[in-house]
C-alpha cells in the first residue's frame, strides 16, 4: 500500500521543491497552498454594504456636522485614513459586533 501525505504551504510549490524537501518516498502528495488574507478597516468599510457609514462617522467625530462627508472624504482618498482613524472606526464595529452578537 502507498502513502499520500498532505501538505499545506503558504506558496504554490512544484515537484522540484517538494523532493528537495524529502517527499521522493511517497507515492501521492497532496499540496494545498493557503491564501490567506487579512482586510483593514478601510478596506472594509468601502466594501462592506451593511454598514451605515453615515452614523459611523457620526460615532467617530461626533462633535463635527459634516462627519459623514469626512469620513467619505477619508475614505475616497482625498484625506488620508490615519491609524488613529482606523483605529476610532475598530473601536466602533467591534462594539458593534458585541451588541450583535448578544441578541437572541
Not at 504551504?9 to 497552498?33: F, M, N, R, S
Not at 462627508?69 to 464595529?93: C, E, M, V
Amino acid at each position: 500500500m502507498g502513502s499520500i501525505r498532505l501538505v499545506a504551504q503558504k506558496e504554490p510549490v512544484g515537484a522540484p521543491q517538494l523532493l528537495q524537501q524529502g517527499y521522493a518516498q511517497v507515492d501521492c502528495v497532496v499540496v494545498i497552498t493557503l491564501y490567506i488574507y487579512s482586510m483593514t478597516v478601510e478596506e472594509y468599510l468601502n466594501t462592506a454594504k451593511d454598514i451605515n457609514l453615515s452614523e459611523l462617522a457620526r460615532k467617530m467625530w461626533p462633535n463635527n456636522v459634516n462627519a459623514d462627508s469626512y469620513l467619505y472624504r477619508k475614505l475616497s482618498g482625498a484625506r488620508p485614513f490615519t491609524q488613529k482613524d482606523r483605529n476610532k472606526a475598530l473601536l466602533i464595529l467591534k462594539a458593534l459586533s458585541v451588541t450583535l452578537s448578544e441578541l437572541e
